[in-house]
């Protein structure tokens, strides 16, 4: 579910639809939870479908730790990519604002932690990187963990309007991490190996 404070706009004819803020998000605010509506294709799943349904998982679905497509019931499956994206992904099935979002500002990722299954070439924002690659999770792991600890600490002193739809021992995990009793976990453990499965990704 993404976070209710978010509109599903058209962009421009080179990006297509996007999600905006409607409201100030601050740094910190949970963007998106993976909830009981979101559902799991497995490769057998896919490949079992006519040409119309794979298109639109091929568009609209990014690939788990366990090699399984996962759709976004809700506008959360338009969120664009960027290079410099405003929300990071977390290995706990949540997204986390990095940065302040804006009302009217497009709510954004990094498709390199979405496990695709081909490069494809970003939209120039002057950026260092240019395309987006299977393995990126292998590569810019830490610096996205890095970047998800200096706002982790944020997320009891924020409004986070999406707790209720996180699971419970989610909470409790985060809590722990929060009181130094656990360690927060890599980004990384999001990676499944691409090459292991023949399913197309977005």
């Not at 601050?26 to 998106?32: K, L, Q």
């Not at 993976?34 to 057998?44: A, V």
């Not at 970047?147 to 722990?176: A, G, S, Y």
């Amino acid at each position: 579910m993404i976070h209710p404070h978010t509109e599903l706009r058209f962009i421009s004819n080179e990006v297509g639809y996007g999600v905006v803020a409607t409201k100030f998000i601050p740094a910190g605010t949970i963007t998106w939870v993976l909830d009981k509506l979101d559902r799991e294709f497995t490769p057998l799943d896919f490949q079992n479908m006519e040409p119309l349904y794979q298109e639109i998982l091929d568009t609209y679905t990014y690939r788990n730790n366990n090699g399984n497509l996962v759709l976004c019931w809700d506008h959360g499956r338009y969120v664009n990519h960027s290079f410099n994206s405003n929300c990071l992904t977390t290995a706990y099935d949540f997204e986390i604002a990095i940065r302040d979002i804006q009302r009217g500002e497009q709510l954004t990722d990094d498709y390199g932690y979405l496990n695709i299954s081909s490069p494809f070439r970003g939209i120039n924002e002057g950026t260092k990187r240019k395309t987006v690659y299977p393995d990126d999770l292998l590569k810019y792991h830490k610096v996205w963990d890095n970047k998800i600890k200096k706002v982790f600490h944020k997320i009891k002193k924020v409004d986070q309007p999406l707790v209720p739809v996180l699971n419970p021992n989610t909470w409790d995990k985060i809590e722990r991490i929060l009181n130094g009793e656990e360690a927060l976990a890599s980004i990384l453990s999001n990676y499944f190996d691409t090459e292991k499965s023949t399913v197309p990704s977005n």
